[in-house]
């Protein structure tokens, strides 16, 4: 625990984390697959459960194994669809959808 009173991962508080997560969703550089591929960090780009190129819109719009988590967010936001642009554009001053998609990349356990 940090003087602060706030955790601390590597050198960073949890705030940090979240604001990589969110700056790294906007960046469309989340460390999936095909990114780690791209660096020879991952054998393969492809998604082990879909087979296709485990992208962040793959990850965020499409894998099959986060379609609970998808749905939950879609219902914490009040919207129909997901739309990675829209998504990436969340004000940081909003603070109810920030949450919601913080929520949804930590509960994939990938990050």
Request: some cysteine; glycine content about 6%.
């Amino acid at each position: 625990m940090a003087a602060s009173g706030r955790s601390r991962v590597g050198g960073c508080d949890v705030t940090c984390i979240r604001s990589i997560l969110l700056t790294r969703l906007r960046t469309r550089s989340l460390p999936t697959k095909a990114i780690l591929f791209k660096v020879g960090l991952e054998s393969s780009p492809l998604c082990r459960q879909c087979g296709i190129v485990d992208s962040n819109d793959h990850l965020l719009l499409s894998c099959t194994v986060f379609e609970q988590l998808r749905n939950n967010l879609r219902a914490s936001l009040g919207i129909g669809a997901l739309h990675y642009n829209w998504i990436c554009t969340i004000s940081t001053f909003n603070r109810r959808a920030c949450s919601a998609v913080l929520h949804f990349l930590q509960s994939t356990n990938l990050f």
